[in-house]
């Protein structure tokens, strides 16, 4: 394959200046000017993958290893040395994917020393590359308002093809790197194609080893590791395991910590497994893994960058669905749900946990009745779905997880949980599915989701034993997803890490008994909650909570209803969560008791709906709520019209004036901001050197105020 030929002086460079004083040539302002391609050195040994903002440089002769990694914004270096591109493990024997031998130091590299480099032993050799366009990852059937308006993912797929040694020859292995237009972002994963005529165990793999420079020195102590200057993620985490590891790299013997325990090897695995049995012909293909180089220390623009790195990587995170968690499965409360969301621009109802709604029931008068439902919601324009339990439920001694400690069930993540690699794990998921094909529901909340706990059964149908395990379920799971996704079907799933797989929301980070604390409490506590989990978070990709009615406890002193009796406070949720971008789940038997609350809900939906694209947009944090002074955040976005949009808080119980200072560089606004508030006329404000507007604002007590800045 032709790479376009580079010359060598400039692969050892490659910076691209991104200084901070011209917004226009900032990625997380306007990333276009950056597109992705895959170059060649003029001697025809190295290969440089960049798009003008992280370039990761592959030595190709005699073998295959990544020799640097480079962030062009700032100039920096990531990588020490050279280390093998992974390793596999095939029939209890391991084997390096790539790498180079007789290496003498490991704290630095010099470009003079490639050429003495010889390959590992018994390692996988690099035979051909191919470059190709980004493909998508999944489909995603966009049916509902989301603030990414279409998926067409922009950038280079590099493939390095590897040949195994004499011992697994026919074994070929396929490393895959895509690199994204106008984002830092670098993934892989690799396929492992079995043409040796025979059956082969694939018993374990890395996916990536490189030997980063450390963060820190420090000689007595454990230093931090450079997860602060380099963030990794895959489509694989999940809440009880990971497969991002830093560990510590025994051939860097001239590091500065005495007991040789930097943690400056950067290791991409799975804890367990797969223990994958690969037929004759067989195929199989890894998790992916992501790399992201930070450019700044700054706490908003470190997690502005995690932020765009998950919207580049799972658009469908940015559909928002307006929508109430209904507590009843009552054809009459159903349909009165549907019609009050009618009345007040509600787009969505969900039949929340303790509806009634069983997926799992086949029989043909339960999918009847809610198809009639789905039926009579579609008719008025409302999409409708529902929750179900998977784990944190016992099933029985034959179906449930095996601790590995123990050798029984319990003691897991939630307590005991079903394997999903059962006999009744699998009908589960056809069952699942079956429902949502019958019925045609929009909606999916599924709890709990899958923890990542092992399972050390060897009776269970789909898997053989602990090192599979957490393989296979994961990938049931995966499958699962990724058909939703491609059908349209919205998921709410708490845990964060199957939002790479195609789930579109989990929860924002909230303490569930804190909605049976006092209302007046909810309120700062909630507004907190968002503040938090906003960081790393897109408001799309979260939600929150208002118990209209008793969640834990708390009694009538925790809920809204009577919600007329309690509509200051019904507001304030909303207008709170509305004014975040972060969907609530308004959890109840109804949105409105009364035309009052009706045209309250109105309003303010109507509002929402008016700024929507902005609301929806990236939060700049301004002041986190504490109940003694103003709070408020900040939405930007440099593509729309409103280009800012900000909510201030007073939580006292006097009007207070404050001049507070907008920091308006991400709006991508340069010399002047017209700055309105909510109605009132809008003036023109010159920014200064630093891209910060003062304001002036009086909030009314216990109230709030909004700016749209364009």
Same mark, same amino acid.
Request: charged share 25%.
């Given at each position: 394959?032709?790479?376009?030929?580079?010359?060598?002086?400039?692969?050892?460079?490659?910076?691209?200046?991104?200084?901070?004083?011209?917004?226009?040539?900032?990625?997380?302002?306007?990333?276009?000017?950056?597109?992705?391609?895959?170059? =060649?050195?003029?001697?025809?040994?190295?290969?440089?993958?960049?798009?003008?903002?992280?370039?990761?440089?592959?030595?190709?002769?005699?073998?295959?290893?990544?020799?640097?990694?480079?962030?062009?914004?700032?100039?920096?270096?990531?990588?020490?040395?050279?280390?093998?591109?992974?390793?596999?493990?095939?029939?209890?024997?391991?084997?390096?994917?790539?790498?180079?031998?007789?290496?003498?130091?490991?704290?630095?590299?010099?470009?003079?020393?490639?050429?003495?480099?010889?390959?590992?032993?018994?390692?996988?050799?690099?035979?051909?590359?191919?470059?190709?366009?980004?493909?998508?990852?999944?489909?995603?059937?966009?049916?509902?308002?989301?603030?990414?308006?279409?998926?067409?993912?922009?950038?280079?797929?590099?493939?390095?093809?590897?040949?195994?040694?004499?011992?697994?020859?026919?074994?070929?292995?396929?490393?895959?790197?895509?690199?994204?237009?106008?984002?830092?972002?670098?993934?892989?994963?690799?396929?492992?194609?079995?043409?040796?005529?025979?059956?082969?165990?694939?018993?374990?793999?890395?996916?990536?080893?490189?030997?980063?420079?450390?963060?820190?020195?420090?000689?007595?102590?454990?230093?931090?590791?450079?997860?602060?200057?380099?963030?990794?993620?895959?489509?694989?985490?999940?809440?009880?395991?990971?497969?991002?590891?830093?560990?510590?790299?025994?051939?860097?013997?001239?590091?500065?910590?005495?007991?040789?325990?930097?943690?400056?090897?950067?290791?991409?695995?799975?804890?367990?497994?797969?223990?994958?049995?690969?037929?004759?012909?067989?195929?199989?293909?890894?998790?992916?893994?992501?790399?992201?180089?930070?450019?700044?220390?700054?706490?908003?623009?470190?997690?502005?960058?995690?932020?765009?790195?998950?919207?580049?990587?799972?658009?469908?995170?940015?559909?928002?669905?307006?929508?109430?968690?209904?507590?009843?499965?009552?054809?009459?409360?159903?349909?009165?749900?549907?019609?009050?969301?009618?009345?007040?621009?509600?787009?969505?109802?969900?039949?929340?946990?303790?509806?009634?709604?069983?997926?799992?029931?086949?029989?043909?008068?339960?999918?009847?009745?809610?198809?009639?439902?789905?039926?009579?919601?579609?008719?008025?324009?409302?999409?409708?779905?529902?929750?179900?339990?998977?784990?944190?439920?016992?099933?029985?001694?034959?179906?449930?997880?095996?601790?590995?400690?123990?050798?029984?069930?319990?003691?897991?993540?939630?307590?005991?949980?079903?394997?999903?690699?059962?006999?009744?794990?699998?009908?589960? $998921?056809?069952?699942?599915?079956?429902?949502?094909?019958?019925?045609?529901?929009?909606?999916?909340?599924?709890?709990?989701?899958?923890?990542?706990?092992?399972?050390?059964?060897?009776?269970?149908?789909?898997?053989?034993?602990? =090192?599979?395990?957490?393989?296979?379920?994961?990938?049931?799971?995966?499958?699962?997803?990724?058909?939703?996704?491609?059908?349209?079907?919205?998921?709410?799933?708490?845990?964060?890490?199957?939002?790479?797989?195609?789930?579109?929301?989990?929860?924002?980070?909230?303490?569930?008994?804190?909605?049976?604390?006092?209302?007046?409490?909810?309120?700062?506590?909630?507004?907190?909650?968002?503040?938090?989990?906003?960081?790393?978070?897109?408001?799309?990709?979260?939600?929150? $909570?208002?118990?209209?009615?008793?969640?834990?406890?708390?009694?009538?002193?925790?809920?809204?209803?009577?919600?007329?009796?309690?509509?200051?406070?019904?507001?304030?949720?909303?207008?709170q969560n509305y004014g975040s971008g972060v969907q609530s789940c308004y959890r109840g038997f109804r949105l409105y008791d009364t035309e009052r609350t009706k045209e309250a809900i109105k309003e303010i939906i109507s509002w929402y709906k008016e700024h929507r694209d902005i609301l929806c947009s990236d939060i700049i944090h301004l002041r986190r709520p504490d109940g003694r002074d103003w709070d408020g955040i900040m939405h930007v976005n440099p593509s729309l019209d409103e280009k800012g949009f900000v909510m201030l808080y007073n939580p006292t119980d006097k009007d207070i004036s404050r001049t507070i200072t907008l920091p308006l560089y991400y709006t991508g606004l340069t010399g002047t901001a017209r700055i309105q508030e909510q109605d009132g006329p809008a003036r023109r404000v010159r920014l200064d050197r630093r891209y910060n507007a003062p304001v002036t604002v009086t909030i009314p007590a216990n109230g709030y105020t909004w700016l749209v800045i364009k």
């Open positions: 394959m032709r790479h376009c030929r580079i010359a060598a002086a400039l692969l050892l460079t490659l910076i691209v200046s991104c200084a901070r004083e011209e917004p226009a040539k900032d990625w997380l302002i306007d990333g276009s000017p950056f597109i992705s391609s895959v170059e =060649e050195s003029g001697d025809g040994k190295d290969i440089i993958l960049t798009n003008g903002l992280v370039s990761r440089i592959f030595r190709i002769q005699p073998n295959l290893a990544t020799t640097n990694i480079i962030n062009n914004s700032t100039g920096e270096t990531f990588i020490r040395t050279a280390s093998p591109e992974g390793t596999i493990t095939i029939d209890g024997k391991d084997y390096s994917l790539g790498g180079l031998g007789d290496i003498d130091e490991y704290g630095y590299l010099l470009e003079g020393w490639l050429d003495r480099f010889t390959p590992l032993p018994d390692s996988f050799q690099v035979v051909d590359s191919k470059v190709t366009d980004l493909t998508k990852r999944m489909e995603w059937n966009r049916k509902r308002w989301s603030l990414i308006k279409d998926w067409d993912p922009k950038g280079k797929e590099l493939i390095f093809f590897l040949e195994g040694p004499e011992p697994v020859k026919g074994v070929k292995v396929e490393l895959h790197y895509e690199i994204y237009d106008g984002a830092p972002i670098i993934g892989k994963w690799l396929v492992v194609v079995n043409e040796s005529g025979r059956e082969i165990n694939l018993d374990r793999f890395t996916l990536e080893e490189l030997a980063v420079v450390e963060y820190e020195s420090d000689v007595d102590h454990v230093p931090h590791s450079p997860e602060g200057k380099l963030y990794v993620e895959s489509d694989w985490r999940q809440v009880s395991s990971t497969t991002t590891f830093w560990e510590k790299d025994p051939r860097y013997t001239s590091q500065v910590n005495y007991a040789l325990n930097t943690p400056c090897l950067l290791v991409s695995r799975l804890p367990l497994g797969p223990d994958e049995t690969l037929e004759a012909g067989g195929r199989f293909e890894s998790y992916r893994n992501w790399i992201m180089p930070f450019d700044s220390e700054d706490r908003e623009r470190k997690t502005l960058s995690i932020r765009r790195f998950r919207t580049t990587l799972a658009p469908w995170t940015t559909e928002n669905p307006i929508f109430m968690h209904l507590t009843s499965s009552k054809e009459e409360d159903v349909k009165a749900a549907i019609d009050q969301c009618v009345e007040t621009g509600y787009e969505m109802v969900i039949l929340s946990f303790g509806s009634g709604l069983n997926m799992e029931d086949e029989s043909e008068e339960n999918i009847a009745r809610f198809k009639g439902y789905v039926d009579y919601a579609h008719s008025r324009g409302i999409e409708i779905g529902g929750y179900s339990l998977l784990a944190s439920r016992w099933i029985s001694d034959d179906v449930d997880i095996i601790n590995p400690d123990t050798g029984k069930r319990g003691g897991m993540t939630f307590g005991s949980s079903p394997c999903l690699s059962s006999e009744w794990g699998h009908e589960y $998921f056809r069952k699942i599915k079956t429902f949502f094909e019958k019925t045609g529901m929009d909606f999916f909340e599924h709890d709990g989701s899958y923890s990542g706990d092992p399972c050390a059964s060897t009776s269970h149908a789909f898997h053989k034993g602990l =090192e599979d395990s957490q393989w296979k379920q994961r990938k049931m799971l995966e499958d699962l997803y990724k058909w939703m996704r491609a059908e349209g079907i919205y998921m709410n799933v708490p845990d964060e890490g199957t939002l790479l797989i195609g789930s579109t929301k989990c929860f924002i980070g909230y303490r569930e008994v804190n909605w049976s604390l006092p209302r007046e409490r909810q309120v700062i506590l909630g507004r907190q909650n968002i503040y938090d989990g906003t960081w790393k978070r897109i408001p799309t990709s979260s939600w929150t $909570f208002t118990p209209l009615v008793q969640y834990h406890g708390g009694g009538a002193a925790a809920t809204i209803e009577p919600l007329d009796e309690h509509l200051d406070f019904y507001k304030a949720h909303m207008i």
